[in-house]
């Protein structure tokens, strides 16, 4: 990743972290909560691809299990967002620029879906079982809706920042861009295509004048010669 990626992508996870924590969480919504990670991690999966959204996604999640709130162990909500990140960026088109809203929309609703079941299910596994409590059905349902609801506010604008830094001398795959040849043919100026036109008539009107001195003279000695033979005669 180059330089200004790594700095766009560490200021907008700051930021979603900053206003998860100080606002979403407070909401106290029924159900999930929105995630705002979530949906930055989506964001700049479909433009940098699946090995940036897979390291932007591990960063991010890991940057929520150290925050202060936290009560879960650390490396589950990075493990989860890695996973998502990874899966989203296989999602960003060929041609790095996606010119649909359906592509993110469907791509933040299967990451709400699955990471609230990844959540759950590695919860299960170091002992967490809150979902069993609250509802696993409840907490899918309602954190697809919520980050469905957030999306159109945030992931154009995470994309459009995005496209800024994907625009450099690496392309949207991370492969340089063949630069151009010294032998590429360049157009010659208006001045330099005239001052070659002159210089050709100039040159065609010397050869067409010597051409006709030639001839005139070939023609001379012709009439010369007919003369002397009549003379001779």
Do not use: W
């Amino acid at each position: 990743m180059r330089l200004n990626r790594i700095l766009l992508s560490t200021v907008l996870v700051v930021v979603a972290l900053v206003l998860q924590v100080s606002v979403f969480a407070r909401l106290h919504l029924p159900g999930a909560v929105p995630d705002l990670m979530l949906l930055v991690v989506v964001g700049l999966g479909l433009v940098y691809g699946h090995t940036a959204g897979c390291l932007i996604g591990f960063g991010a999640g890991l940057l929520a299990d150290l925050a202060p709130p936290a009560d879960h162990a650390t490396g589950r909500y990075a493990l989860v967002l890695c996973v998502i990140g990874y899966l989203v960026g296989l999602a960003k088109p060929e041609t790095g620029r996606v010119r649909s809203a359906t592509v993110p929309m469907v791509a933040v609703v299967g990451a709400a879906v699955l990471s609230t079941l990844l959540y759950a299910g590695v919860g299960s596994l170091v002992g967490d079982t809150a979902a069993r409590h609250v509802g696993l059905s409840g907490l899918v349902l309602t954190a697809a809706a919520y980050d469905l609801l957030l999306a159109p506010f945030t992931v154009p604008l995470v994309m459009a920042l995005a496209r800024q830094t994907a625009g450099d001398p690496l392309t949207g795959d991370g492969t340089p861009v063949a630069a151009a040849s010294e032998n590429t043919y360049r157009p010659r100026s208006a001045g330099t295509f005239r001052i070659g036109r002159t210089r050709r008539s100039r040159l065609g009107g010397r050869r067409g004048l010597m051409g006709t001195q030639r001839s005139g003279l070939l023609a001379g000695q012709g009439r010369k010669q007919k003369i002397k033979g009549v003379r001779r005669l």
